[in-house]
Structure formats: C-alpha cells, structure tokens
C-alpha cells in the first residue's frame, strides 16, 4: 500500500495478508468498516504469519476521511 490510497484498498491488503479463508476476510471487512463508519479513534495490533506484529492507529477527520497509521512494533 502507499500513501493516499483507499480505505477500501488498504483493508483488502490488509485482509490478504492475514486470511486465507474467504469468510474470515468478510467478517474482517465487515468489523474494520464498521470502525470507520463509527467515526471515533481506534487502534489495535495485527499478528502477521511470519511474526511481525503491526501496531494500527485510526484517527477520523472532519472532513469525512481518516487518517490510519500503520507501524511495525515487532
């Protein structure tokens, strides 16, 4: 992913790297729009299969986007 991309295309890559299993990666979607659309900061961690751990933080704009910072903590 680069900077300025969709919210839609980052939660894809997102879901790719994590899930194999097609209604795994529904029920991620489904959650991490959920999220979005609530309009409050979240953040969270996400355990990669090669061990990574990435650290997630999202943060609403008064303009309707978000801005989502993604940081390597392993």
Known sequence: PEIGESAESLLDYQASQ???????????????????????????EILRADGTIL????????????VCIVSDIT
Do not use: M, N, W
Request: glycine share 12%.
């Open 18 to 44: 994590r899930f194999s299993d097609p209604d795994a990666v529904r029920q991620y979607l489904r959650q991490a729009i959920g999220l979005l659309v609530d309009g409050k900061p979240h953040e969270g």
């Open 55 to 66: 650290r997630t933080e999202a943060f609403p704009r008064p303009d309707g986007g978000s």
